[in-house]
């Protein structure tokens, strides 16, 4: 696999993700920008295919001049889109930052990495998170998964009928049910008279 700034050897995915970044960085003209749907798919199966050649080392001269060519053209926009990116990116740190999520003994190593929160913010809200690499994407916040066996779970207690229907529930859950486990022990009994 040739990708264009990279020299031999090393991470192909994270060379495919500097390209498609800078691909990104330059190509970023939205929907509004079209008169039609039409037109916007158009654009966006033309920079994939840009995006793919260069990956895979087709044609990267001729691709390499045409961008050099849409950036000079598209200066402007290029630089306005950036703009309004970054300032979507501060009104959502901001709107982040007037609900702050507080940090409680329930978080563990593996949800706070995640991005999972259990924040008072408003649920699909999307504030930003630091990537390596310098790229800032939004991530959701809002209301964390919750257990198990709340307030209302209709298994709680421990009798002896809510242990079973669970055990029931549980196995049910996994695929398995007590005659898939008789049809089985009789297939096997059966199969082992023939031996």
Sequence with gaps: MVVVGGGGGGNAWAKEMT???????IFNKTREHFPSLKDYNDYLEEVEDMTFNLIEGFDVEAIEAK???????????IYLSRAKRAEDL?????????NP????????????????SGGAGVQGQYAPAAVPGGLNQPRPTGNAPQ???????????YDEETMR?????????????????????????FNSIFI
């Design 19 to 25: 390209l498609r970044r800078r691909m990104a960085s």
């Design 67 to 77: 961008i050099s060519r849409y950036q000079q053209e598209n200066a402007e926009q």
């Design 90 to 98: 501060a009104a959502a740190l901001k709107a982040s930052r007037t």
């Design 101 to 116: 999520v507080k940090a409680g003994s329930s978080d563990t190593a593996a949800g706070s990495s995640q991005g999972i």
């Design 147 to 157: 257990p198990m066996g709340g307030s209302l779970d209709p298994l709680q207690g």
């Design 165 to 189: 229907l669970r055990a029931e529930r549980g196995a049910r859950a996994g695929g398995w049910t007590a005659e898939l486990g008789k049809r089985r022990a009789l297939e096997e009994a």
